[in-house]
Structures are given as C-alpha cells and as structure tokens.
C-alpha cells in the first residue's frame, strides 16, 4: 500500500504564504509525475498543479498561476507547494497524488493520494 503524507497546512491571513510538503517512504516519486488537487466545502475536487518526474514541466491552473509554486526533490522523496499571496478562495484541503495516466489536470489520472492537509485563509 502506497502512502503519500501531506504537511504544511493551517490558517493563515490573505496576503501570506505555506508550503505544502508531500512525501513517502514507499514508492519512489522520482518514477512518476506528481499534482496537488484541492476541494472545498461542498465543491468538487480541482486541479491545482503538477510537475513531471524530472521537475523539467510544470503545469498550473490559472487560479493560482503566479502565486503557487511547485516543486520536487526527488532525493528526498518529496514534492512541496508554495503558494503566496493567498486569499480566502484558497481555503480547501489539499491533497497530493501519484500520476498514473492520463491528463494531468484530472483526478482520475491519479492513482494514490495522501489524507489532505487542510489549509484556511482568513480575510
């Protein structure tokens, strides 16, 4: 059983940053494209970023392109979210995936995730 563990979220003002941390012991992440996803209250989960298994690719959705960052270090088994300027629209857990196939930006290209971590922005 793969085990993705998310870290790094909590409650910050709109205008800071966090840094999201996705890691595992298991699977070695260095072998596939990873993505972060979030869902908030009663909305489907969406598509946040992905990066390819080099780092050399990243993709964003437009809602947070210039403000998140993703990022990779493959020796370390992790992928990290930075995401700056945040504003309330933000707030949603956040989950990390292993890409499987398939489209980057759909969840169901994925095909193990971690718990979330939850991330609040307050206004």
């Known amino acids: 059983q793969v085990q993705l563990v998310e870290s790094g979220g909590g409650l910050v003002q709109a205008g800071g940053s966090l840094r999201l941390s996705c890691a595992t012991s298991?699977?070695?992440?260095?072998?596939?494209?990873m993505g972060w996803f979030r869902q908030a209250p009663g909305k489907e989960r969406e598509f946040v970023a992905a990066?390819?298994?080099?780092?050399?690719?990243?993709y964003y959705a437009d809602s947070v392109k210039g403000r998140f960052t993703i990022s990779r270090d493959n020796a370390k088994n992790t992928v990290y979210l930075q995401m700056n300027s945040l504003k309330p629209e933000d707030t949603a857990v956040y989950y990390c995936?292993?890409?499987?196939?398939?489209?980057?930006?759909?969840?169901?290209?994925?095909?193990?995730w971690g718990q979330g971590t939850q991330v609040t922005v307050s206004s």
């Open positions: 298991v699977r070695t992440l260095s072998n596939y494209a």
């Open positions: 990066i390819t298994w080099s780092g050399g690719n990243t």
């Open positions: 995936g292993s890409h499987y196939s398939g489209s980057y930006y759909l969840s169901p290209s994925y095909d193990y």
